[in-house]
């Protein structure tokens, strides 16, 4: 079998997930780059480790930058650090206004308080970054690799990290907007309403998003060993808790050739793993992926994959 409906125009995000070291990187860039064929592709990597630079053998980070000798494929390493200072610049009017209006910090403690990181926004600016890029609307297909599977499902519930903190947010406005109406009658929402509303109206469209199945298509990579089987089912099964669900499943690794006797008792070792994933996934089409005798990095060794992926065998 091999990866279906990728070429859909209603499709927009194709996010791969997995274990780590299953090849989900290697399999998000060799779909990128079958996918620029026809579309307008960016790959973002959201995986702090970023392996994409490897990969394409060339350096990316957080800047979109074309890919050598393909006008069609772009790609940036999102940094979630730097992704937050974006962010704090681009609104520290609204946000100071916020802490001014719903605390009791002076512009010291604020000044310094936004200089300071937050737990669990990694993803969340991760997150936001992606939704960025797709509003802007100049690419077709944007294609994610994610880190390990801990950090994929953060970043799957970022959206509600973000509601939570905006309804704190909201209660702390509420309680100033009760003061400001009861001593001058009236109250005029100001920048950091508008900028809570704009939050809160990205939160919907992530949520939207994520879980229209004709927009995005969550891909898991899994390979044969018990370990990776048992952390994909549980990982489709937290995907589900949250309306998102998979069409299909990459199984990457697989031994072929039985042409030594090192391969021989790989591939007899494989098969119940094989048989089981059949079984587990019995409602996913699943795509086999051979094992590869060497390091799959580089275009040529990319394009070798993409027979696999996109090619009936």
Known sequence: MALAGLENNDLKLIIFGGKGGVGKTSCAVAAA?????????????????????????????????????????????VVADEALSGFIN??????????????????????EMLTLSIPGIDEVMSFKTIIDFIEEGQYDKYVVDTAPTGHALRLI?????????????????????????????????????????????TVKKIESLLKDNHKCEFIPVCIPEAMAI???NRLLADL??????????????????????????????????????????????????????????GIETLNKLNRFLFVKN
Not at 93 to 109: I, M, Q, W, Y
Not at 170 to 199: H, N, V
Not at 241 to 269: H, L, P, T, Y
Request: net charge negative; with cysteine; aromatic share 8%.
């Open 33 to 77: 780059l079958a996918l620029s064929v026809n579309f307008k592709t960016l790959l973002i990597s959201t995986d702090p480790a970023h392996s994409v630079s490897d990969c394409l053998e060339r350096q990316i980070g957080f800047n979109v930058v074309k890919v050598d000798g393909n006008a069609n494929l772009s790609a940036i390493e």
């Open 230 to 232: 048992m952390e994909t």
């Open 240 to 297: 589900c808790k949250s309306e998102i669900f998979s069409r299909q499943i990459i199984v990457n690794n697989v031994m072929v050739s039985d042409g030594c006797d090192f391969c021989k008792r790989r591939k007899a070792g494989q098969l119940p793993y094989l048989q089981k994933i059949t079984e587990i996934f019995h409602d996913l089409n699943i795509v086999e992926v051979p094992m590869f005798a060497e390091e799959i990095k």
């Open 90 to 111: 681009e609104h520290q009017g609204e946000l100071k206004k916020l802490l001014e209006t719903s605390t009791n910090l002076d512009n010291e403690d604020i000044d």
């Open 157 to 201: 519930s970022s959206p509600k990290l973000l509601d939570e903190w905006i309804k704190v947010a909201a209660r702390m406005r509420w309680k100033y907007r009760y003061m400001i109406t009861s001593f001058s009658g009236s109250y005029q929402p100001d920048a950091a309403d508008t900028f809570l509303l704009s939050l809160k109206k």
